[in-house]
């Protein structure tokens, strides 16, 4: 990506640049690889090493996928998944966005730098040490199990996370849009409904996905609340682990289901990820 | 011409007012949200960790420092301890330097050759105990991958029967899954440094071992800081990996710190006892963040 390094390189340089970058992605691929392989074998063929070419050395056969798909656990984990991680997303943008575009825009008594170190900090705490008072917070609110329970806390965990990136999104605006819009006569709600979300929806859309995959991924409240109607991916693979053992083909279908959506969902996201990710310390 | 300008005057006083409480009115469900859901929950940790906490029944004795010494005379507190430790600092500083140095050679790397960056991005969004999951399928040594792979070559392992094994094992997946956390941040970075750099120092020298270490490594070091601090704190967090990967075994040789708390909390319901030692670990991790925040803070100021 830079012009003047790459002209000026020798072809030694230019090599290990390739052979760096090839044995790499060799490496982040081999478990997706041995995944999609094992997931397409019979459980015989998992145990041999010549198996490698479909069709020439084993017969593909999808029958680790009929059978996880129509056992009763996997679909209702995956929808759960599915309900939990959009519920939450839609949840933290609803009350986030427009905090986020509160905070970025208008003047508070509170320093922005005090609120950045108050979000920081919640970062700093493990999940699991407040995993007791909300355990006992769902009991108390008869919400052990359910999907409910579990967007409440996910929201809890990505709402200051949420803010603090679209806050950033906001700041990118430039003033004078702002400017222009009032002296056309836009109130302060017409300029965030019709300037400042269409301007920073790809932003936003980075946020959504961000926070998507945290709740997706996300394994120890998962388990440890909703362990069996509302159970989601995590708890599914959590369970199917000590129940199916190291059956390679299942636990194969099992890993692609689980990891596939976030995955494919990151392909299409590259601003922003940096700045999201840390939490907008980092621009890029 | 005084009728013409009062309605003006007036307009622009309602935009103002108006935006003023739109702001609070803005902020105000996320405000209420956090306040209610993010508070409480460290004070009722607090409170527990000084009680006797009976599920159904609620606190039914307050019990003053039993619990704390309880936790601190427990083997499996301090071994947890030291076994996080050891993950975090193995673990984070090859994630730092592997991250850095893909990212210095997807900079390098023309532009049409861009697709390395999306398949080294990947992993960061796969669930962490699906990966730990599939590790089994890797390292256990009947037709695990690496452990096969390794075998052809003479190494023997016992990934997943031995304590140093499993988290080694642990370790290996938590670089394959975060090492393009810092590789992000590190192009980000790297993206930073000008052309003009790098075009200046070429006139110097024509090797490239120079320009990385002396002109990338230290122009981006403060973004690089910021991915150290931010995979050091996600790091303590450590859960998913080896909990699928071993369960924290064999016996609790590979149950870090998440992992017992998790199980002291959940599985025997003692909050008092979790609680004790999360209030503990909290202490021990807004320590080391905060060491290694000034540390950060000094090299680049």
């Known amino acids: ?284 | 011409m005084h009728d013409l300008k009062l309605p003006f005057v007036r307009r622009s006083e309602r935009l103002y007012s108006s935006s003023n409480t739109l702001k609070y009115i803005f902020i105000l469900p996320a405000a209420l949200w956090i306040v209610a859901f993010t508070i409480f929950p460290v004070f009722a940790t607090i409170q527990y960790s000084f009680a006797n906490y009976v599920l159904g029944r609620g606190i039914t004795a307050y019990v003053g420092l039993e619990n704390y010494l309880n936790v601190l005379r427990s083997g499996a507190f301090w071994y947890s301890m030291f076994i996080t430790s050891a993950y975090v600092s193995i673990a984070v500083p090859v994630e730092l330097v592997l991250g850095f140095l893909l990212a210095w050679f997807v900079i390098l790397c023309p532009r049409e050759h861009n697709f390395f960056r999306p398949i080294l991005t990947a992993p960061l969004f796969t669930m962490e105990v699906a990966i730990g999951y599939l590790g089994i399928t890797l390292f256990t040594s009947q037709g695990g991958l690496f452990a096969e792979v390794l075998d052809y070559f003479g190494v023997h392992i016992p990934w997943m029967t031995t304590a140093s094994g499993g988290l080694a094992a642990a370790i290996i997946l938590d670089v394959w899954r975060w090492t393009p956390f810092v590789f992000l941040i590190a192009i980000a970075g790297l993206s930073g440094i000008p052309d003009e750099m790098y075009e200046a120092a070429l006139l110097e020298t024509s090797n490239y071992r120079h320009l990385l270490l002396y002109i990338a490594l230290p122009l981006s070091w403060p973004v690089l800081s910021v991915a150290l601090l931010l995979r050091l704190i996600e790091a303590l967090k450590t859960f998913g990996i080896p909990l699928a990967l071993t369960g924290g075994g064999p016996g609790i040789s590979t149950q870090l710190f998440s992992i017992l708390n998790y199980y002291t909390t959940i599985q025997f319901f003692d909050f008092g006892k979790g609680s004790a030692m999360a209030v503990i670990y909290l202490i021990f991790v807004s320590v080391v963040v905060a060491l290694f925040f000034n540390g950060l803070r000094k090299g680049f100021e």
């Not at chain 1, 390094?5 to 090599?15: H, I, Q, T």
């Not at chain 1, 609110?141 to 996370?161: C, E």
């Not at chain 1, 006569?185 to 400042?196: T, Y």
């Open chain 1, 1 to 284: 990506m830079r012009r003047a390094l790459w002209l000026a390189a020798s072809w030694r340089v230019r090599a290990t640049t390739y052979i760096v970058l090839i044995v790499a992605s060799i490496w982040v691929l081999t478990p997706f690889v041995w995944a999609i392989q094992n997931s397409i074998k019979s459980l015989t063929d998992t145990f041999n090493p010549a198996a490698i070419v479909p069709f020439v050395n084993y017969t593909p056969t999808l029958s680790s996928w009929i059978k996880v798909l129509s056992d009763n656990q996997a679909i209702p984990a995956l929808l759960s998944s599915l309900i939990v991680s959009s519920g939450t997303t839609l949840l933290v943008i609803l009350l986030g966005t427009p905090a986020a575009y509160s905070l970025a825009g208008f003047e508070f008594p509170i320093r922005s730098r005090d609120l950045n170190l108050w979000f920081y900090s919640q970062r700093v705490m493990p999940p699991v040490v407040v995993l007791a008072p909300f355990f006992i917070l769902l009991v108390q609110l008869k919400l052990v199990d359910t999907r409910i329970g579990l967007i409440l806390i996910y929201t809890t965990f990505n709402l200051t996370f949420g803010i603090v990136i679209m806050r950033d999104v906001f700041r990118e605006i430039s003033r004078d849009i702002n400017d222009a819009a009032k002296v056309d006569g836009a109130n302060a709600w017409q300029i965030f409904w019709l300037i400042a979300i269409p301007l920073s929806l790809d932003g936003l859309i980075v946020t959504g996905i961000i926070v998507f995959s945290f709740c997706w991924n996300e394994a120890l409240f998962a388990s440890a609340v909703a362990p069996q109607h509302a159970a989601t991916l995590a708890t599914f693979v959590l369970a199917s682990r000590s129940t199916q053992g190291v059956n390679f083909n299942i636990a194969a279908v099992n890993t692609l289901i689980a990891i596939m959506p976030p995955v494919l969902m990151s392909l299409f996201v590259h601003r922003y990820l940096a700045r999201g990710l840390t939490f907008g310390a980092v621009k890029g």
